[in-house]
């Protein structure tokens, strides 16, 4: 029978693997207690990294539907990264720190259920965040839709250009009759 501090600890962890829209497992050995707190602090207010057990967090992320972790994620001491927000700003943040701080290794994690590798994550922070995305989709659109607009108002003056054409060669071959 499971304890009962444990298994509201797994129920715990299973709530925040369900809420979050991805989880990031990163090894903290050798950061200090200042640091730990630092990266928290840079990872924004979508993103809460807590330090956790190995096995109750597979246990968790079993049960919220995650089998998309590979047990080699849970070697060492593990800390994860839950993000409620924008995955890539938190991505960013964790890419940051870890460059400043050697000891902070990424190992994994998941995003809305599809497991991602240390590289994918990477790859993840290299992106632009969602709201500059947004904006450069919708300045290509309007963009779009200028060409459309100038297309659609140069047909009817091609159209009167030629019909003008037209009616002045009919009266210039009316006239030479």
């Known amino acids: 029978m ?3 501090d444990k298994a509201a600890a797994v129920a715990e962890l299973a709530e925040q693997f369900r809420s979050s829209n991805a989880a990031v497992l990163t090894e903290y050995r050798g950061l200090t207690v200042a640091q730990l ?12 990294y807590a330090v956790v057990k190995n ?10 539907g995650i089998d998309s972790l590979e047990d080699q994620l849970f070697a060492g ?14 991505a960013k943040g964790l890419r940051d720190f870890a460059k400043d701080n050697p000891n902070l290794i990424i190992k994994g994690g998941v995003l809305e259920g599809k497991a991602l590798s240390a590289d994918d994550i990477k790859k993840l922070a290299d992106l632009e965040s969602r709201e500059v995305l947004l904006s450069k989709l919708a300045g290509a659109m309007k ?8 297309l659609f108002q140069a047909l009817p003056s091609k159209f009167v250009r030629t019909a003008e054409a037209l ?7 009316g006239g030479a009759e």
């Not at 707190?37 to 809460?48: F, I, M, V, Y």
């Not at 001491?77 to 938190?90: K, L």
């Open 2 to 4: 499971a304890r009962p």
């Open 37 to 48: 707190k630092e990266l928290r602090r840079s990872l924004g207010e979508n993103t809460q």
């Open 55 to 64: 096995t109750l967090t597979k246990i968790a992320a079993r049960e919220a």
């Open 77 to 90: 001491p593990t800390a994860v990264a839950f993000v409620t927000g924008d995955p890539v700003e938190s």
């Open 143 to 150: 963009g779009k839709q200028s060409q459309t607009a100038a």
């Open 167 to 173: 009616r002045a060669k009919q009266a210039e071959q």
